[in-house]
């Protein structure tokens, strides 16, 4: 038998960011705000001018709300690039990066939604760098510690819990990001060309 040093804290950063800088971020590129906005089906939630959601509750402090409900309707609906977006911005990684690296208070219902493509993009990569920059900031000791108060009844799990759970997060709503822009593309045929 043989010991194994894996550095766990290297392996969870990496798992993460390796497919934010080799596939996610670069899908992103060229994101337009016609695409940042847009509702293929009806009844989507996404992020809209204060006063003109739907939606039972508008989360917001800014011009823009969030199209949101408490507790989530089943089935959830359909949601826009500017919502998935606005999600990683605010509940994903601005209010774990506050709560556990220093950064800014981050409230879901006066977080100031981005409007435009090009501003959740600057803010995503902002919120992001912090992210795991705090992450491999962690260490050993660091991802065995609990979260605490911050994150509510998960308060006892280890910072290794909450690093594997964001990174799914981030993972999956990636994921929905990626398919909404080829669903985009290819809306009215190759290229998005009326066909």
């Known amino acids: ?46 992020v809209r001018p204060r006063g003109s959601s739907t939606a039972p509750l508008a989360l917001g402090g800014g011009a823009f709300t969030q199209d ?8 959830a609906p359909a949601t826009t690039i500017a919502w998935r977006l606005s999600h990683l911005l605010a509940g994903v990684f601005g209010m774990r990066v506050a709560a556990h690296f220093g950064g800014e208070p981050v409230n879901l219902e006066t ?7 090009a501003t959740a993009l600057a803010r995503l990569d902002e919120v ?26 998960y308060a006892e799990a280890s910072m290794a819990a909450l690093v594997l759970h964001i990174n799914r997060e981030a993972l999956h709503h990636g994921a929905e990001i990626a398919l ?7 809306r009215s045929g190759p290229g998005g060309e009326l066909g």
């Open 1 to 46: 038998m043989f010991a194994v040093d894996i550095d766990w804290n290297a392996e969870l950063a990496e798992q993460l960011d390796w497919q934010w800088r080799a596939q996610f971020r670069p899908r992103l590129d060229g994101l337009t705000d016609d695409e940042y906005r847009w509702e293929p089906v009806p009844g989507m939630w996404s």
């Open 68 to 75: 949101f409900a408490w507790p989530p309707p089943d089935p």
């Open 111 to 117: 977080y100031d939604y981005p409007g435009d493509a």
């Open 128 to 153: 992001y760098a912090a992210w795991i920059a705090g992450v491999r900031g962690l260490g050993r000791h660091g991802l065995a510690r609990p979260c605490g108060p911050a994150e509510g009844p």
């Open 180 to 186: 909404l822009r080829d669903l985009y593309r290819w």
